[in-house]
């Protein structure tokens, strides 16, 4: 089992820049891969990006290519999401999410362990 606490959410101007980080409990966090989901309200949470359990590879969804990227960092049980170019549609709660399915997919049911998740805020 993982547990897992995300942070660096907050308030950004539209454009602006924020990194989130996802910590990792347990010894075996390199086994996850490991994804980024969001939820505004009223809506369905959805894919973001994933990592492979090396971190060799990656995935977004279209919305965030070239302006979002996933990366990980298995010596500190981290995976990172650094967000350019902000808009305030993507305002939202961020979760990340490890997989127990090898590889991860960009379907949430593919994810067992979730974090609280950290509110991303884009101002207009």
């Known amino acids: 089992q993982v547990q897992l606490v995300e942070s660096g959410g907050g308030l950004v101007q539209a454009e602006g820049s924020l990194r989130l980080s996802c910590a990792a409990s347990?010894?075996?966090?390199?086994?996850?891969?490991m994804g980024w989901f969001r939820q505004a309200p009223g809506k369905e949470r959805e894919f973001v990006s994933r990592?492979?359990?090396?971190?060799?590879?990656?995935y977004y969804a279209d919305s965030v290519k070239a302006r979002f990227t996933i990366s990980r960092d298995n010596t500190k049980n981290t995976v990172y999401l650094q967000m350019n170019s902000l808009k305030p549609e993507e305002t939202a709660v961020y979760y990340c999410?490890?997989?127990?399915?090898?590889?991860?997919?960009?379907?949430?049911?593919?994810?067992?362990?979730w974090g609280q998740g950290t509110q991303v805020t884009v101002s207009s």
């Open positions: 999410a490890a997989s127990k399915i090898v590889p991860g997919g960009s379907n949430p049911r593919s994810y067992a362990y």
């Open positions: 347990g010894r075996t966090f390199s086994s996850y891969p």
């Open positions: 990592i492979n359990r090396s971190g060799s590879n990656t």
